[in-house]
């Protein structure tokens, strides 16, 4: 998406140490990524942190969205705890969304560092029951507005169109095309 938008831009991946993510926001983790990887390059970096938000539950898993079930990337774990507390919750207050915030962080000679923080929200709800076999993590059991399907039942190309992701990437791309 990033090449599409900006065919000069050359991406790296990172392969420093890794972080320790411990804000309080997705704005924060994201941002502790970001820095590391400049702090660790020299070059500009991005990073995101992302999870779905549940209204009725305040807005968790959040950022523990990856490890909700006590284990850091067990998806069928977290998928079934999150429905096991809402299994007596009706459908007109399961309201939920998943949130993507990308951190753009450009190291300045002699200077501060130059940080950018963007979100993109997908709003939807959440199933009672898994569906659909693409995607990863909730996907089975998110449903966004406007459709009557999981994002796991839709395409790649649907999902890569509509969702948090790409809905922050569409907003730091202003940013990325700034740089020098």
Known sequence: MLGAALPGLRIVAYDGPEPVEDGVTFAENALI??????AHSGLPALADDSGIC??????A???????WAGRHGDAQANLELLLAQLSDVP??????HFTATIALVVPRDNAPASETVVEGIWPGSIATGA???NGFGYDPIFIPDGVEITSAELSADEKNR???????????????SSLD
Do not use: C, N, Q
């Open 54 to 59: 549940v209204d009725v539950l305040g807005g």
């Open 131 to 133: 569906r659909g076999e």
């Open 61 to 67: 898993p959040g950022i523990f969205s990856a490890r």
């Open 162 to 176: 509509t969702s948090h992701r790409a809905r922050a990437f569409a907003m730091i791309i202003p940013a990325l």
């Open 91 to 96: 459908a007109r207050h399961r309201g939920a």
């Open 33 to 38: 990524k970001a820095r590391e990887a400049a």
